[in-house]
């Protein structure tokens, strides 16, 4: 008999990666993705990983500003931010990603506002959110590392045109760290990712993970682990398929020297 058995041992905290929607990409979508902040407040931000020309990312709280990170941050209040965008696609999906540091984001508070073709508003609040990731951070301050993945369901409002995402932190000290946009003509539901994931096609493997840990393997929890070899960034390997039992772990990726 053939068996994979995968589980999962955090160590030490490591920040998460973004999801790749499976629909990104596709005829009738857009992606829009800020990495690293030019401004802190009151003046436009504009994709710096995905481009998309009409998009822009503002701060509207006068207290913040850049770390040397390039991320957006302010420990007075909770910072307030404000995507624009304009889109030619009649829009029935929407998914949201934001990455945060420190504090969390107030996601009761995410609203989506569109105006139609006669000035009328509709502010509408998502289908459904989740945190695709969080980990306790180290260092003098602590705090989480989150990445919340937000999704609204259009199907029966789609619209196109101007619209305004507004969202802010819940409290103050949180960083803005990354934020991702996806736009499609179709919904498809995001799921929640799981960190540590096996599929098996055939005789082979394919093993993928979250964030920056270290795979490892086993062929008895006897002898200990040893690393799977990957280039570094990379979260996915294929393996041939064994006939013995395998186990997989992820642990803390080795600290930089």
């Known amino acids: ?11 030490a905290p490591v920040f ?15 992606h829009a993705e800020w990495d690293v902040f030019t401004e802190a407040k009151l003046a436009p931000n504009f994709p710096d990983v995905a481009v998309d020309e009409d998009a822009t990312l503002t701060c509207r ?3 913040a500003f850049l770390t040397s990170g390039r991320n957006i941050y302010s420990f007075q209040a909770p910072i307030s931010m404000q995507l624009d965008d304009t889109t030619g ?10 990455g945060s540091l420190g504090s969390e984001v107030d996601t009761a508070g995410i609203q989506l506002i569109v105006e139609d073709d006669i000035g009328d508003i509709s502010v509408i609040s998502p289908t459904q959110y989740f945190v695709g990731s969080q980990e306790e951070l180290t260092g003098e301050f602590g705090g989480l590392g989150t990445i919340y993945g937000i999704q609204w369901d259009l199907r029966e409002r789609p619209f196109t045109g101007k619209y305004t995402i507004l969202f802010e932190a819940a409290s103050s000290s949180m960083s803005l ?21 096996i599929q098996i096609t055939g005789e082979e493997v394919t093993v993928s993970w979250l964030g920056g840990r270290r795979l490892q393997s086993s ?7 040893v690393d799977v070899l990957v280039d570094e960034g990379v979260n996915q390997i294929i393996l041939p398929l064994q006939k013995s039992t395998t186990f997989f772990r992820l642990i803390a990726a080795k600290p930089a020297e």
């Open 1 to 11: 008999m053939k068996k994979l058995i995968c589980f999962l041992t955090l160590s």
């Open 16 to 30: 998460g990666q973004l999801i790749t929607p499976s629909w990104r990409g596709d005829e009738g979508t857009s």
């Open 61 to 63: 709280t006068s207290s």
């Open 89 to 98: 696609l009649l829009v029935r999906n929407i998914f949201l990603q934001i």
């Open 177 to 197: 760290d990354r934020v991702s946009l996806d736009l499609s003509e179709n919904y498809l539901e995001v799921t929640k990712p799981r960190p540590l994931s």
């Open 219 to 225: 062929q008895s929890l006897v002898d200990g682990w």
